[in-house]
């Protein structure tokens, strides 16, 4: 085996691993201790929420990085990022049915009627098939159509930093935050992969001409 896939496989992936699962591991341990302050419910439906979103920015951030670093061995963690953006998404749905709403049908069913948590519904469902079509199998499976499939994270993204701008009443700041990040990614792909291959041949002409 070779120095690199040594790296990735004995030091990157097993780091990023654990280091994904540090604020689940930190959440329960405060819960443990009593440590989660004033509202406890509430800060885990916030924090598994606020990591779902972080890492799936995270997961939308490893092409640009990786063309911009020239780091190919990014790719090898995406897919790890990207199953852990979903894990903390079904905490976060799971947290809200049992503990904000006590698993009670018509309390979760009475909550449809709210923007936020249409889009929160919308954003996790539309990550179940990217989830599902992770594997090396699939991917072999669906050839180009995993690609076209896997295009569906945009809208996973947009629709989680809409959720967070739909739900919060006073500090606007955190989730304007997001959305700049995810403008900013989205940005560089459409800079990427519409416009600079158009601009190349005009400036292969100037220099010609
Ligand atoms: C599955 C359906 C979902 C439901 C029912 C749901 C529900 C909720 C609720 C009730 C809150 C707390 C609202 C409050 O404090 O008043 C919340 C917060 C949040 N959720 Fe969701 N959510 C869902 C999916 C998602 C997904 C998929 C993401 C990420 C992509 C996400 C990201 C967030 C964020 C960032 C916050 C705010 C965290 C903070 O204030 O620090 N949620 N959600």
């Given at each position: 085996m070779s120095t690199r896939q040594n790296f990735v496989r004995l030091g990157l992936k097993p780091a990023v691993f654990v280091l994904c699962l540090l604020p689940l591991l930190q959440q329960v341990w405060w819960a443990y201790t009593g440590n989660l302050g004033a509202n406890p419910i509430g800060e885990l439906t916030n924090e598994s929420g606020v990591w779902s979103l972080r890492l799936l920015l995270a997961t939308l951030a490893i092409t640009p990085l990786r063309r911009l670093t020239g780091w190919g061995w990014l790719i090898s963690v995406r897919r790890m990022l990207g199953l852990y953006a979903f894990t903390y998404g079904v905490l976060h749905l799971a947290v809200y049915w049992?503990?904000?709403?006590?698993?009670?049908l018509s309390l979760i069913a009475g909550d449809l009627k709210r923007p936020y948590i249409i889009t929160g519904y919308l954003s996790l469902l539309f990550m179940v098939p990217l989830a599902a079509t992770s594997t090396d199998a699939m991917v072999r499976r669906l050839g180009r159509r995993w690609q076209k499939l896997h295009r569906l994270v945009y809208a996973v993204a947009i629709l989680g930093v809409l959720h967070y701008l739909l739900l919060v009443k006073i500090d606007f700041l955190p989730p304007l935050g997001y959305g700049l990040a995810l403008a900013a990614l989205l940005g560089w792909r459409v800079w990427a992969w519409q416009i600079a291959p158009r601009l190349a041949p005009l400036g292969r002409r100037q220099q010609a001409g």
């Amino acid at each position: 085996m070779s120095t690199r896939q040594n790296f990735v496989r004995l030091g990157l992936k097993p780091a990023v691993f654990v280091l994904c699962l540090l604020p689940l591991l930190q959440q329960v341990w405060w819960a443990y201790t009593g440590n989660l302050g004033a509202n406890p419910i509430g800060e885990l439906t916030n924090e598994s929420g606020v990591w779902s979103l972080r890492l799936l920015l995270a997961t939308l951030a490893i092409t640009p990085l990786r063309r911009l670093t020239g780091w190919g061995w990014l790719i090898s963690v995406r897919r790890m990022l990207g199953l852990y953006a979903f894990t903390y998404g079904v905490l976060h749905l799971a947290v809200y049915w049992g503990l904000n709403q006590y698993f009670d049908l018509s309390l979760i069913a009475g909550d449809l009627k709210r923007p936020y948590i249409i889009t929160g519904y919308l954003s996790l469902l539309f990550m179940v098939p990217l989830a599902a079509t992770s594997t090396d199998a699939m991917v072999r499976r669906l050839g180009r159509r995993w690609q076209k499939l896997h295009r569906l994270v945009y809208a996973v993204a947009i629709l989680g930093v809409l959720h967070y701008l739909l739900l919060v009443k006073i500090d606007f700041l955190p989730p304007l935050g997001y959305g700049l990040a995810l403008a900013a990614l989205l940005g560089w792909r459409v800079w990427a992969w519409q416009i600079a291959p158009r601009l190349a041949p005009l400036g292969r002409r100037q220099q010609a001409g």
